[in-house]
């Protein structure tokens, strides 16, 4: 097993991050968010390197990463795309997104494009059962998703950077939800702006 090491910085950033805490282990998550940003991905020598770290084993390590999506025990592309797949997403057309991301990328969930451009994954809900079928890509939502709305945003990821922290959701209408609006407004306006308008009403 070849050894993991990180930059200097980020040994600094993950050691100052430990000091924070008054248990090793409870800096788990934030420690494994700096391995992954450094390294793309966590790999086994990573998860050693981190349980070393932390003072616990790297199978402890594993099924914190192994159970939260937002890590990879794999390089991931550029673009990871996490079509939510449980229920509401499901019976809202979430099977038609994925479809039409794999005939366009020519891949399966849990397999990334031979560019590594794009990684295709299917998750569980992601909190955002009320605009669903949603998609989270790297760190933004995508919601109310259509096939459609697949292909323009493949091309327009394809041809642009992603940005670290872009957390801003995207949420496209759905003309079809309007007898939905007219019953619970509120609670759409909430998922649209977070809570500020609706909360200032
Ligand atoms: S079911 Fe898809 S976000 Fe909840």
């Not at 981190?50 to 099924?63: D, H, I």
């Not at 494009?113 to 809900?125: A, K, S, Y």
């Amino acid at each position: 097993m070849t050894p993991f090491a990180l930059p200097e910085s980020a040994v600094a950033e993950v050691d100052r991050t430990i000091a924070l805490y008054p248990e090793r282990q409870a800096a788990m998550l934030p420690v494994l968010w700096t391995v992954q940003r450094e390294a793309g991905w966590i790999s086994p020598e990573a998860m050693v390197w981190v349980g070393e770290r932390l003072g616990c084993s790297a199978a402890a390590v594993q099924a914190v990463v192994t159970f939260y999506t937002m890590f990879d025990e794999r390089p991931v592309g550029r673009w990871k795309l996490q079509v939510c797949r449980t229920l509401s997403c499901e019976l809202m057309g979430a099977r038609a997104v994925i479809d039409r991301i794999r005939e366009r990328l020519g891949i399966e969930p849990g397999e990334t494009t031979e560019d590594g451009e794009f990684t295709l994954q299917e998750v569980e809900c992601l909190a955002s059962c009320g605009t669903a079928p949603m998609m989270q890509c790297n760190l933004k939502f995508y919601e109310n998703l259509t096939p459609e709305r697949i292909d323009a945003l493949l091309d327009e990821l394809r041809g642009s950077t992603p940005r670290p922290f872009d957390v801003e959701p995207v949420i496209y209408e759905r003309p079809d939800l309007d007898g939905y609006r007219a019953m619970f407004p509120r609670t759409l306006e909430r998922a649209r702006t977070g809570g500020a308008e609706a909360e200032a009403k």
